[in-house]
């Protein structure tokens, strides 16, 4: 059972464009979402994150928004630079130190 | 502020051999999470630890897997008799106290990738 869904597994931009990253989850119980980014034979580093009670946050060029009622969240890069190329997982937690499920990731490619 | 540590970061067993997979969390933390990526899957969690309490184990298989969060050092990942299935990324995150926002994120060490002969 897939609660935490990403349908595409790869995105190929140009460099200056925006990424928009997809996310829909199932369970309504989650609460607090969080994107992170990995890189080959390395760990997740976390990028932003957004509570329930909001429905968007910005940090720099990366602004994740949440449609609660869609159970739905993007993540938006802009302006998308080549050192972005790598693997984005969403996440989703129900409580404050609960685990974290994650999709299945989308593979990003910003081209020069 | 170092990081969350494991090590090691690359290991290889034979067949019905133990596995040790060790993490520090971040100065400060004091909750643990193990997860697991098989290749070319998502992360699975396998179980939350605070120190010296198992939180949350319902991701760990049932035989040969266990861990701890000691009093004193670090966390500890176990795999008995691995086999060539346990071969996947161990990930290693820990989170503060959730006093505040900050305690919702879990922050990830580099990983263990396990292989098994």
């Known amino acids: 059972d897939q609660q935490v869904k990403q349908n595409s597994p790869s995105l190929s931009v140009q460099e200056g464009r925006i990424s928009i990253l997809n996310c829909d989850y199932t369970?309504?119980?989650?609460?607090?979402f969080l994107w992170y980014k990995k890189y080959p034979a390395e760990g997740p580093t976390f990028l932003i994150s957004?509570?329930?009670?909001?429905d968007k946050n910005e940090d720099g060029r990366f602004t994740v928004f949440l449609n609660k009622s869609a159970k739905h969240l993007s993540l938006h890069i802009v302006p998308s630079q080549p050192g972005d190329s790598a693997v984005y997982f969403c996440?989703?937690?129900?409580?404050?130190?609960?685990?974290?499920?994650f999709g299945t990731g989308t593979r990003l490619a910003v081209r020069p | 502020n170092a990081g969350v540590m494991q090590n090691p970061r690359h290991l290889v067993r034979r067949r019905g051999q133990e596995a040790r997979l060790r993490c520090s969390p971040m100065?400060?933390?004091?909750?643990v999470y193990w997860y697991r990526q098989l290749p070319e899957e998502g992360l699975k969690f396998m179980v939350y630890?605070?120190?010296?309490?198992?939180?949350?184990e319902s991701g760990m298989p049932k035989e040969r897997f266990s861990a701890e969060f000691p009093k004193e050092g670090p966390s500890i990942l176990r795999i008995q008799q691995v086999v060539r299935g346990d071969s996947a990324a161990y990930f290693c995150?820990?989170?503060?106290?959730?006093?505040?926002?900050?305690?919702?994120?879990?922050?990830f060490g580099p990983g263990t990738r396990l292989l098994v002969l």
């Open positions: 100065k400060g933390h004091s909750h």
């Open positions: 630890l605070q120190k010296e309490n198992i939180i949350d």
């Open positions: 957004i509570s329930s009670i909001k």
């Open positions: 996440a989703a937690k129900k409580s404050s130190g609960d685990k974290l499920t």
């Open positions: 995150a820990s989170s503060p106290w959730f006093e505040d926002h900050l305690g919702e994120t879990q922050y």
């Open positions: 369970n309504s119980m989650f609460d607090y």
